[in-house]
């Protein structure tokens, strides 16, 4: 079994359930130190309830990830029990499907999944990347979509929301000049 993430702290977003969940599983069952953020209280609960009974180091912090300030704290308690931020894992997201004929009914979950799938990964990078450059090193994980790489109707707004993810990940990567490595 690998052990490149033995001991390694790693932040997840969206981890209460899916993708997320998932995530935190593996990652806690190779060896890392996890903190699971997610606005989902209850299931964040869950979650973090199942990593600490199987005997992984874990922790939970509900989070909004639109909500800079809650992003930052939520790091910072990532720094409080582990002392580092090696890898964030930007997955929190929606995506709400719908042409923009239902406009009407689509304007408030569009504007939802822009503040989660587009500035929940912004204020991700900047809520690690002061530790992550103090520490001459880090690794920013951004989930993204084949949505982001051309248009399809009925996704506009999710669409475009992962092809910022995309331009915004591969900023990070020239901008930190090899102290953080990017994944997309």
Not at 21 to 28: G, P
Request: hydrophobic share 45%; proline share 1%.
């Amino acid at each position: 079994m690998s052990v490149h993430l033995k001991d390694k702290s790693i932040i997840i977003t969206g981890a209460a359930g899916g993708f997320g969940r998932l995530v935190a599983l593996k990652s806690a069952a190779l060896g890392a130190k996890v903190t699971c953020a997610d606005i989902n209280a209850d299931e964040l609960d869950g979650v973090v309830s199942e990593l600490l009974e199987q005997g992984f180091d874990a922790q939970g912090v509900t989070t909004d990830v639109s909500d800079a300030a809650q992003m930052s704290r939520m790091a910072q308690a990532a720094i409080d029990r582990f002392e580092t931020i090696d890898v964030i894992v930007n997955n929190a997201g929606t995506m709400p499907l719908a042409f923009f004929a239902d406009h009407k009914i689509a304007l408030e979950k569009w504007h939802q999944c822009i503040d989660i799938n587009l500035k929940g990964v912004i204020n991700g990078i900047v809520a690690v990347y002061d530790q992550m450059m103090k520490q001459g090193r880090g690794h920013v994980i951004n989930i993204s979509s084949i949505y982001g790489n051309a248009p399809v109707a009925g996704s506009g707004v999710y669409s475009a929301t992962k092809a910022a993810v995309n331009y915004i990940s591969e900023t990070l990567r020239v901008e930190s000049a090899g102290k953080i490595k990017v994944t997309t």
